[in-house]
Nanobody, 127 residues
Framework: QVQLVESGGGVVQAGGSLRLSCAAT????????MGWFRQAPGKEREGVSC????????YYVDSVKGRFTISRDNAKNTLYLQMNSLKPEDTAVYYC????????????????????WGQGTQVTVSS
């Protein structure tokens, strides 16, 4: 079992920054790929970014590339998402997720492979 708890969401003005955290408990955090997803009101959940288990390879969707940075601290069992230059369209509930079956050096922003999910944290960007 893996438990994931997100924190760090809030209300920020456009152009501002937030740093999301995802604390993991349970099985070996360093052995699985992690991802950040978001769901805006009335929209489907979308993948935002992911990071692999071994070499820390990362991937970002185009809409956040250059503004968001994903990272992980395996010693602290924590995943991060640094979000800069926030836009109103970034408003959503943000979820972290763990993929226990990922190949080393690989991650995906497709939701299907992820085994465990956090409860989400709300990010609201005002214009």
């Amino acid at each position: 079992q893996v438990q994931l708890v997100e924190s760090g969401g809030g209300v920020v003005q456009a152009g501002g920054s937030l740093r999301l955290s995802c604390a993991a408990t349970g099985r070996s955090f360093s052995n699985y790929a992690m991802g950040w997803f978001r769901q805006a009101p009335g929209k489907e959940r979308e993948g935002v970014s992911c990071i692999s288990s071994s070499d820390g390879s990362t991937y970002y969707v185009d809409s956040v590339k250059g503004r968001f940075t994903i990272s992980r601290d395996n010693a602290k069992n924590t995943l991060y998402l640094q979000m800069n230059s926030l836009k109103p369209e970034d408003t959503a509930v943000y979820y972290c997720a763990a993929d226990l079956q990922s190949f080393k050096g690989f991650c995906t922003v497709a939701a299907g492979p992820y085994d465990y999910w956090g409860q989400g944290t709300q990010v609201t960007v005002s214009s």
